[in-house]
């Protein structure tokens, strides 16, 4: 049991350390990030606006916890060359996991996400989970290869205005929830209405110190009404 944790956990190592850059001949190079225009700043967080993106993506149903594992292996299989390209593609950041929802509230927020309730349950409960890595700028989806896994599914994600809170420390699923309820209700304090459900996305390796690390809990917002 030990011996098939510590594969799969140096697994999971590896390749997201592939987020932070690409070993080529002793330099790191750098990871490229989703092109986004920040809108404007606050005390608790930021508005961007995110440029349309490719994204390589898959489903996996369990504990919060435990779902990067099995998803990192499908879509590390896909850019390390099982596509009908045979083509390498490089790793971009971050590294997105998203709940897969049946049904949300008339704001687009996810209610049990944030009860406090769902924060106890969730720690035994199975769910699923869309995990997410963006394919490179320089393909569109016309042009970035095809998956020779079902389980991948690729897609484009148009222009957003996204409230994103960053902050640093430990990926527990406790940490995710106290930071989404932190920014579900500044963005509603603000008078801005979140119109999808909370992305959770990581930079940096699990190698990083905690207190180094570049997390962030975003939500896709609808477009603010202007002053008369």
């Keep these: 049991m030990r011996t098939g944790m510590r594969t799969g956990n140096a697994l999971l190592i590896g ?10 001949g002793g330099q790191v190079m750098a990871t490229e990030e989703p092109d986004y225009a920040v ?10 606006r995110y440029a349309p993106q490719v994204l390589a993506e898959t489903e996996v149903t369990g504990r ?10 499908r879509l590390a299989d896909f850019i390390f060359g ?32 944030t009860a406090p309730v769902k924060q106890q349950a969730a720690q035994t409960a199975s769910e699923t989970y869309r995990i ?21 599914k690729l897609r484009e994600e148009p222009e957003r205005l996204m409230a994103v809170l960053r902050y640093s420390g430990g990926w527990g699923e406790s940490r995710y929830l106290e930071h989404e309820r932190k920014l579900l209700k500044a963005v509603q ?23 180094l690390r570049r997390n962030e809990v975003m939500v896709e917002i609808d477009e603010p009404k202007e002053s008369p």
């Design 132 to 152: 997410s890595f963006v394919m490179p700028s320089r393909f569109t989806l016309d042009t970035v290869p095809r998956s020779r896994d079902p389980r991948i």
């Design 189 to 211: 304090a603000d008078g801005l209405t979140p119109i999808g459900t909370p992305v959770y996305a990581r930079y940096n390796s699990p190698f990083s110190l905690p207190f």
């Design 39 to 48: 809108v404007s700043e606050g005390p608790v967080f930021e508005v961007r």
């Design 82 to 113: 099982n596509n009908q390209a045979a083509e390498k593609i490089a790793m971009t950041a971050p590294v997105s996991q998203t709940p897969v929802v049946a049904k949300a509230d008339k704001g687009g927020t996810r209610i049990p996400m």
């Design 64 to 73: 919060f916890d435990k779902v990067g594992g099995e998803a990192f292996r």
């Design 15 to 24: 390749l997201v350390l592939a987020v932070q850059g690409v070993l080529l």
